[in-house]
């Protein structure tokens, strides 16, 4: 962490903070007088430091490997026991395509990424947040965790463990002055799907929120306390109808929307 830090400001930690969400997150933290640490595993989140310096506040990067545990640690560390009031914890990959199809490395990637390190990373802050009695977190879930993802079965099956540990994790740390929030986006205009090789399927062509309106979503509804946030009318509907319909009808849905081929589909 640079040296030259106020340390007076409140100070917020982004993961997956190069582009898309944890990018705007980001932003978000940085209007708001946070000094940022963010992190991500490509060499952008320099070039996201360098922009966000401009708001006039100090940020730090670091490009580490957070599907391991070595990376949530040099994360952590960069800290400099540097105390952390808020943690936005974004980083996340996707994975399109039949389960059976997919190069499992990149599965085993997509589960130790949103899962592994989600939640080692959440352990080592949430731990010093509650000593101090005080602090927050934003987790980025999905509303894909409310419905079996038919050919985005990996990606669906992470995000509903994200889903339900961010709630379990909040009602454990009820009273003790550390809230926690998931935020749970539908598709989202971002890299997200071209990195998952979807680009030939319906959700992946199809009209997207922007990143930036769900990320203020997500920070507002953090700064306030509040548990979940679905962003969007739609995927608001879309979250209510997942809690009532089979979910074999639900994984027939995401497969006329996630097979691929299903772009070139009327």
């Known amino acids: 962490m640079a040296q030259t830090m106020n340390y007076t400001r ?11 969400i944890g990018r705007h997150l980001a932003q978000c933290a940085a209007e708001r007088g946070y000094d ?29 490997d957070l599907a391991t545990t070595e990376g949530v640690d040099q994360l952590v560390n960069a800290c400099l026991g540097r105390p952390v009031d808020v943690l936005l914890a974004n980083a996340g990959r996707g994975l399109g395509r039949g389960f059976l199809d997919q190069d499992f490395k990149q599965a085993r990637r997509v589960i130790d990424t949103n899962i592994t390190g989600t939640v ?9 947040m509650r000593t101090r009695r005080r602090g927050k977190i934003l987790i980025t879930g999905s509303i894909a965790g409310f419905m079996p993802g038919a050919f985005q079965a990996v990606y669906n099956g992470t995000k509903a463990f994200i889903d339900s540990f961010s709630f379990a994790l909040r009602n454990e740390l009820k ?14 205009d971002t890299l997200f799907f071209e990195r998952a090789d979807m680009m ?3 959700v992946g062509v199809d009209e997207k929120m922007s990143p ?30 997942a809690h009532v319909m089979p979910a074999s009808m639900l994984a027939e849905q995401h497969r006329k929307i996630a097979e ?7």
């Open 175 to 188: 009273d003790t002055g550390v809230s926690v929030t998931c935020l749970m986006p539908g598709p989202t």
């Open 212 to 241: 930036a309106d769900v990320a203020k979503i997500g920070f507002e509804a953090m700064l306030k306390g509040e548990g979940d946030v679905v962003a969007g009318l739609k995927n608001k509907l879309q979250a209510a109808a």
């Open 10 to 20: 409140p100070f917020a930690i982004v993961t997956g903070a190069s582009s898309g």
């Open 120 to 128: 080692y990373l959440l352990h080592q802050i949430a731990n010093e």
């Open 200 to 202: 030939d399927t319906k």
């Open 260 to 266: 691929p081929g299903t772009a070139k589909k009327a």
């Open 36 to 64: 940022l640490l963010i992190a991500s595993d490509e060499p952008q989140i320099f070039r996201a430091a360098a922009e966000l310096q401009a708001v006039g506040v100090e940020v730090d990067a670091v490009e580490v």
